[in-house]
């Protein structure tokens, strides 16, 4: 047996893990009317299949009627979930992987315009500003109908042999009770630590009484709210050791922090160019307080720092639940010697942004997470080898050659630089987003391992590319940025490119335009204003940076905010004229009825890519399927086999920024659904 310490089982009552880490509990958004069916029991099977100990379900999954989920989540008050949990939890065991779920009431973190329209119940009246729902003050006959509901859903579980569950408790109804700030009762469930505590062992009074002593019940809760006024580190502490000795819990899961804000939500769950496992000491300090089976996740996303908790002692099992959706085969790849082929989490945090608006998670750089039932995680082999040459060494040409060698072709990469990248290389200039080169870096090794032909610095015409004499040509070539969108003036600014790149310094009294609304604005005026420049950031939209979304905008906030930029919604850049050295902003609004003028000696507009299509279209009349895609076989998961120009030799393609501006993750999943079926 191995000695490593990430590979040793671990034994919770009657339950054996085969090894020490799992996947935390978190609601992808996968569910189907409220239940688990063949999307979420596939994305689960997947891990599970590549030896992950425990998979945990649902974050969280809703007890009561009253608890709507803001999101798509499992639905764990209706009867009809058994049978769907069952087929997902018989599924995860045919592989050896235990699985639980988290079962929770909202609370306030819900609205009351979701489902079926009740009022919002919280132990305050105090609105949760995330949500933005003034809750109703609980009553006793709310208190005694949740309880029944949490013993139900637990029931439930148990009927639907799962191994256990987990009762959540932080920034849900369970620690509105617990926290001062969310808790203005009077006793008996209100006042003292005793009585705000009182709803969480009533609750797990009527769990144990429907389930019985042997099934396993965990608490995941937050040890220290880390905010004036709110539950202290002393309090958690006392917390995990009345959890511990009221006998009716069997593992803590910790955390520290608190989510009612897009801020403490990013601390708590930390994005990339934060701190990795920040909260894993403090993990630790329970389990040594305590002496009691501890779990924990917060940007744990390699390897190295798994092992470390492990190895410490700080846990018991530890939570790689992000990197899981990067890599769901991350404990084979361990267990073979191979941790060097891991897909690293590169901490973008497209995953959790997406649900938090409404859609399903999916990983920036691996597009096969939450399709698992129509895109591969492993690639199966073509059966007969041809020759791909790929234009374009970005996100969507490397995907297309990994993807594409991985099928066993012969792949050529011609790309202009000097290096691998394109917009990915730019982006991680940023100190906050130098993660991301991850993405190309993992793409890269995969790619020479696999015997991929790079040609760089070569800015590739349509000669160089039929002197290859391909069966399939891929245009990946990228877009440029895209200024020219003034009545007037459009020669006078400069983009948002330029500054990052370094090839424009940086004015003094900027005015940033985004019509884009993603990074590369908010990293332009970071860079500015870090040098003492005064900054404005002007959007026609209502809201800035819509692209960028909630969690991801924190950090950016944050220092933007300390230099003082300035942000301006619902106007829009008309036009510019120079005026000496200074140059005249015009500016209107899309609501009508305005048009002022303001003095800058910058401006800067972002307003996406225009596609570099030169080389696509040059190429287009000598193809055979004349550029065509077959929209049909590209979103069925078939192969491309139009033959428009029966004199053409090879088949072409466009993908990514190459057919129009969009985002990384939608340039990887181009290259993956068009290579997997080359």
């Known amino acids: 047996m191995s000695n490593d310490p990430l590979l040793q089982p671990y034994r919770l009552k009657h339950l054996t893990f085969r090894n020490r880490i799992i996947i935390t509990s978190h609601e992808p958004a996968y569910p189907e009317d409220g239940m688990p069916k063949e999307l979420y029991r596939a994305y689960h099977v997947e891990r599970a299949k590549a030896g992950v100990a425990m998979t945990m379900t649902a974050g969280s999954a809703s007890v009561s009627r009253d608890s709507p989920p803001v999101f798509n989540n499992i639905l764990a008050y209706k009867d009809e979930v058994v049978g769907w949990m069952k087929d997902l939890t018989d599924a995860c065991h045919e592989h050896?992987?235990?699985?639980?779920?988290?079962?929770?009431?909202?609370?306030?973190?819900?609205r009351?315009?979701?489902?079926?329209w009740l009022p919002v119940v919280s132990p305050s009246r105090n609105r949760e500003a995330a949500h933005r729902a003034f809750p109703k003050q609980i009553e006793d006959w709310d208190i005694e109908r949740i309880i029944k509901d949490y013993g139900d859903?637990?029931?439930?579980?148990?009927?639907?042999?799962?191994?256990?569950?987990?009762?959540?408790?932080y920034g849900h109804l369970m620690d509105q009770f617990w926290s001062p700030l969310t808790n203005t009762l009077d006793g008996p469930y209100g006042g003292s630590l005793d009585n705000r505590l009182r709803f969480t062992f009533d609750v797990l009074t009527e769990v144990r009484k429907r389930v019985g002593p042997d099934f396993i019940?965990?608490?995941r809760y937050t040890a220290d709210e880390a905010m004036a006024g709110g539950l202290t580190k002393q309090d958690g502490l006392e917390i995990s050791r009345r959890l511990k000795g009221s006998g009716m819990v069997d593992f803590l899961n910790v955390i520290r922090g608190h989510i009612d804000t897009d801020a403490g939500l990013t601390d708590v769950i930390p994005i990339q160019g934060m701190a990795s496992a920040p909260h894993?000491?403090?993990?630790?300090?329970?389990r040594a307080a305590t002496d009691f089976p501890t779990f924990h996740a917060a940007k744990i996303q390699d390897v190295a720092t798994a092992r470390h908790a492990i190895a410490?002692?700080?846990?018991?099992?530890?939570?790689?639940?992000?990197?899981?959706m990067t890599d769901p085969h991350i404990l084979r790849k361990i267990i073979e010697g191979r941790e060097d082929d891991i897909r690293p989490c590169v901490g973008a945090n497209y995953c959790l942004d997406r649900i938090y608006q409404g859609g399903a998670a999916y990983c920036i750089h691996n597009a096969a997470t939450g399709r698992e039932t129509t895109m591969p995680h492993n690639i199966p082999k073509a059966p007969a080898r041809r020759k791909i040459v790929v234009v374009g060494a970005g996100p969507a040409g490397l995907e297309t050659a990994r993807v594409a060698a991985e099928r066993g072709h012969e792949v050529v990469v011609f790309e202009a630089a000097s290096e691998a990248g394109g917009q990915i290389r730019l982006t991680a200039r940023s100190p906050r987003r130098k993660e991301m080169i991850g993405i190309v870096e993992w793409r890269v090794a995969q790619c020479r391992a696999l015997g991929v032909t790079f040609n760089y610095n070569?800015?590739?015409?349509?000669?160089?590319?039929?002197?290859?004499?391909?069966?399939?040509?891929?245009?990946?070539t990228g877009g440029f940025p895209h200024t020219e969108i003034l009545s007037e003036g459009n020669d006078l600014v400069v983009s948002s490119w330029d500054v990052i790149s370094g090839d424009v310094k940086p004015g003094t009294n900027v005015l940033v335009f985004d019509d884009a609304g993603d990074h590369a604005a908010l990293q332009a005026a970071e860079f500015i204003a870090a040098t003492g420049a005064r900054v404005e950031v002007m959007t026609p939209d209502r809201s800035f940076s819509p692209e960028v979304m909630a969690m991801n905008l924190v950090p950016y906030m944050r220092s933007l905010q300390k230099l003082d930029v300035v942000f301006t919604v619902t106007y829009r850049l008309d036009a510019v004229r120079r005026d000496g050295n200074q140059l005249v902003a015009i500016v209107g609004s899309d609501y009508g009825g305005v048009r002022k003028e303001q003095v800058h000696d910058q401006i800067i507009v972002n307003h996406g890519t225009v596609p570099l299509d030169d080389l696509y279209f040059e190429l287009k009349p000598l193809s055979r399927n004349l550029g065509a895609v077959d929209y049909d076989a590209f979103i069925g998961g078939a192969a491309q086999t139009r033959a428009d120009n029966p004199d053409g030799k090879f088949q072409l393609f466009r993908i990514g920024d190459a057919v129009a501006a969009r985002n990384t993750h939608a340039a990887i999943y181009d290259g993956l659904r068009l290579a997997k079926d080359l």
Do not use: C, Y
């Open 153 to 169: 859903a637990a029931e439930r579980m148990k009927a639907a042999g799962l191994d256990g569950i987990e009762l959540q408790a």
């Open 112 to 116: 009351w315009d979701k489902s079926h």
């Open 280 to 286: 894993l000491n403090f993990a630790g300090e329970i």
């Open 312 to 324: 410490s002692g700080k846990l018991d099992m530890v939570g790689m639940t992000r990197a899981h």
């Open 458 to 476: 070569q800015w590739a015409e349509s000669a160089t590319v039929l002197a290859e004499k391909p069966d399939v040509v891929v245009v990946a």
């Open 96 to 110: 050896g992987a235990a699985v639980m779920i988290q079962l929770t009431h909202l609370g306030r973190r819900t």
């Open 217 to 219: 019940v965990g608490m």
